[in-house]
């Protein structure tokens, strides 16, 4: 039963919401139909009885506001149609009337500004007749009415302040509008009029200026416009909406200098050609004392050295796409489209369209924040139906936020691209290398020296094995065996293998990551004695002490070391302490004895790159990465995450405010291969035996700080045939943990198998094995 009710109740309450409806219409079509009868009556002479009566009452009471009522009453029936206005709400109704009353009683004072020697009566009747006599110029009987008590009380100027006081009151009450937008609004709408006008009256004067000069000049225009329209796509300057916007596009070698910033600076004037490089020969001189005839180098050994020839590199084929050109475009057309339509109003300035993304510049209008554009860079790669966008905002040195979208047809930028360039031949430094273009298109050089340390991190697949083949390549392009060694420490085993063989390297590619750790430490012995050798010789660096060693034939030049780590994250894990002070007494010491690290990792997480490591290696390359966290471990900020792969990278080197966005520069494999053979067929590896045997000295003194009774345990288990902890307990009457280390021991040499359970453990080999 209560359901039922429940339902019929419901049905009622739709069923009355009907009628109400209805009636509104109803009292709106009753008031518009008023409305319109009272204008017919006030303005038409000949007409019923009934309806010239209205007219004539209508104008003897209201006066000049006759010709307002009847569409006061229309508007207030409209509101009550579209269910804007409810009979219920009465002080709109109110306001509307007040603001009429105010209107005729404005009329009256103007047509009789004063009282002097009139009563009430007086003043109402010269109004009446005023109204029907002289076209209707007063306020009729309510106005004159009105008007004589705000003249009795306030006189002239003090009624027009009060009556246009509650007339504005009324106004705002009634529309629900702020005073300043509705004084703008009329501003804006008197000023768009004004400009309307004078662009009329100037398209005016262009046209007959234009008609006049196509009658004189008729064969010599069709020509020019001829000529203009095939010019139209190869220019750099189009316009949208009189917005002009440049356009720079990288395959036509179009960037300035101040587009971007320099990172290696130019030490001497000096111009080198980098294939067929020529020098002068010099004295062979005895390397000095403090154990450095391990690296210190004559200069006539390698005299005749050839540089490898960039016919062996490949070109890029770079053509200037016409299509590309237009969805260009269209994109700053859509970009300034998808802001409009968020309210932020936005110009694109300038696009640059480089190898792998095109970045659009905007300027926000003033009073525009930032962050506003920021925050919609998933709403903008919707808009432009692109997988993903990187905003910078804003872009260094200009007042432009940059809009980073990747290109539909990307293209490769060859290692060749950039060592032929101008910007790399100039650079003096042994240690420059060829790092890509940016977004402009401007070849980037870099120099080990400025950074000093680097460190590069990315995810597999990203482009950072590549980045490094292309630093070493380009060192082998500008320095001599004799000024550049190279330390490579490669426990991924396939990277960085392919260069064993080849002069510049100190010693062939350590593998191991146990002997890394032990190279890593030469490398810091090694400063130490270049230092030492810097005091007695009274000079602060390499530098100094090279230029001096000139002069002086008892000294020997010394070479720059470079110290090359292809993942860090497997050394971190074999012996992380180690590694981490090798890296941080290097990073913060070995710059003036001319030693540098290239650290590279594809695990940029804390435990790997610890905060010890980030604070000294200042610069950084960071390709694409698998999240925002790891963005900020190279980068200390985000964007990162947000890279393409393939060689799209990020680089931040020491002294920059902002990273830069690069194509690095690829070099393939078999260019790798010929680059090898060609510098192994004239130059026979040099390795350094006492380095060498320095690490493996190290390693077998790790290994002799062992058990006293290993040796003894040895031959027990040998005799025996197998081995447990107990077993060695009874026989060498020791305890448990020193017998458990004397096993551990014994499975790192190899001499028994790992733990099977309850088991003992199998003895791998033979007494004869063991004396061998």
């Known amino acids: 039963m209560s359901s039922k009710t429940k339902k019929s109740t419901k049905g009622r309450k739709k069923r009355n919401n009907k009628p109400s409806e209805i009636n509104k219409e109803v009292i709106g079509v009753i008031i518009v139909s008023f409305g319109l009868l009272l204008l017919y009556s006030m303005n038409t002479a000949t007409s019923g009885i009934l309806v010239k009566l209205i007219g004539e009452k209508s104008w003897q009471l209201l006066g000049s506001g006759g010709y307002l009522l009847p569409y006061v009453i229309i508007i207030i029936g409209i509101l009550f149609l579209i269910n804007k206005l409810d009979i219920y709400q009465t002080k709109k109704t109110v306001s509307i009337f007040i603001i009429f009353i105010c209107l005729i009683t404005l009329f009256d004072i103007k047509f009789l500004p004063t009282i002097d020697g009139l009563e009430i009566s007086d003043r109402i009747r010269i109004s009446m007749e005023a109204s029907l006599l002289s076209f209707h110029r007063s306020g009729g009987i309510l106005g004159a009415f009105f008007a004589y008590l705000f003249l009795k009380l306030f006189g002239v100027i003090g009624s027009y302040i009060i009556l246009f006081t509650i007339l504005t009151i009324n106004i705002l009450y009634v529309t629900n509008t702020s005073l300043i937008f509705l004084i703008q609004n009329i501003l804006k709408s008197i000023i768009s009029i004004y400009e309307t006008i004078v662009s009329f009256l100037k398209n005016i004067s262009n046209h007959t200026n234009t008609s006049k000069s196509r009658i004189k000049k008729k064969t010599n225009k069709s020509k020019t416009e001829e000529n203009k329209t095939k010019n139209i796509i190869d220019k750099n300057e189009t316009k949208i909406k009189d917005n002009k916007i440049k ?80 969805i260009i475009l269209n994109n700053a057309k859509k970009l300034e489209d998808i802001l409009k339509n968020f309210g932020i109003e936005a110009q694109v300035t300038q696009i640059s369209r480089g190898p792998t993304i095109t970045r659009y510049e905007l300027q926000p209008a003033p009073g525009i924040k930032v962050s506003r554009i920021v925050n919609l860079s998933d709403d903008i790669a919707l808009g432009l139906a692109s997988s993903d966008i990187r905003i910078e905002a804003p872009i260094p040195g200009k007042a432009a936020i940059g809009i980073e979208v990747p290109n539909i047809d990307k293209s490769t930028v060859n290692l060749r691209d950039v060592l032929e360039t101008k910007e790399y031949s100039d650079l003096e430094s042994k240690l420059s290398f060829a790092l890509g273009k940016d977004i402009a298109g401007k070849p980037i050089v870099a120099n080990i020296e400025k950074m000093p340390h680097l460190l590069i991190a990315g995810a597999t697949g990203s482009g950072k094995s590549v980045c490094i083949n292309t630093l070493i390549t380009s060192i082998l392009y500008k320095s001599k065996p004799d000024e550049v060694k190279l330390l490579m420490i490669d426990p991924k085993v396939v990277e960085l293998s392919i260069y064993n063989g080849i002069p510049h390297l100190l010693i062939p590619v350590v593998t191991d990551p146990k002997k890394a750790s032990f190279a890593l430490n030469w490398a810091v012995q090694e400063m130490n004695k270049r230092y030492n050798l810097f005091a007695e010789n009274s000079v602060r660096d390499i530098k100094s002490y090279n230029s001096k060693s000139q002069k002086d034939e ?23 302490g180690e590694v981490e002070d090798s890296i941080c007494r290097l990073a913060q010491m070995a710059r003036a004895a001319g030693i540098h690290l290239i650290v590279a990792t594809q695990r940029p997480s804390v435990d790997i790159i610890t905060g010890t490591i980030k604070a000294n290696i200042p610069s950084r390359i960071s390709f694409a990465v698998s999240s925002q966290a790891d963005s900020r471990t190279i980068l200390d900020m985000g964007g990162a995450e947000k890279l393409l792969g393939k060689g799209d990278l990020l680089f931040y080197p020491v002294g920059a405010s902002k990273p830069k966005r690069l194509q690095g520069a690829y070099i393939d494999e078999k260019e790798v291969e010929k680059i090898v053979s060609f510098l192994k067929k004239d130059n026979a590896a040099d390795y350094k035996e006492e380095i060498i045997e320095n690490i493996d000295k190290d390693i077998n ?46 499975e790192e040499r190899g001499i028994v198998g790992p733990h099977e359970g309850s088991k003992p453990r199998k003895v791998l080999v033979t007494r004869e094995e063991l004396d061998n």
């Not at 036509?252 to 290696?264: L, V």
């Not at 006293?708 to 060498?732: M, N, V």
């Open 701 to 746: 003194t790790e290994f002799d700080d062992t058990d006293e009774l290993l040796p003894s345990a040895i031959e027990l288990i040998i005799d025996e045939g197998q081995a447990s902890i107990s077993y060695l307990q009874r026989k060498l009457k020791v305890g448990y943990s020193r017998a458990a280390r004397i096993v551990d021991e014994m």
């Open 554 to 576: 008892s000294m020997t030049r010394l070479p720059q070391i470079v110290v090359i780590i292809d993942e860090l994250a497997d050394l971190m894990m074999v012996s992380p």
């Open 247 to 326: 356009i720079l596009d990288y395959t036509k070698n179009e960037y300035k200098d101040n587009d971007t910033f320099e990172i290696a600076e130019i030490e001497k004037p000096e111009k080198k050609n980098i294939e067929s490089p020529k020098e002068n020969t010099k004295k062979d001189n005895e390397s000095e004392n403090h154990n450095l005839d391990s690296i210190a180098v004559s200069e006539n050994e390698y005299n005749d050295y050839e540089y490898p020839s960039l016919d062996i590199l490949q070109k890029s084929d770079i053509s200037s796409n016409k299509k590309e050109n237009k």
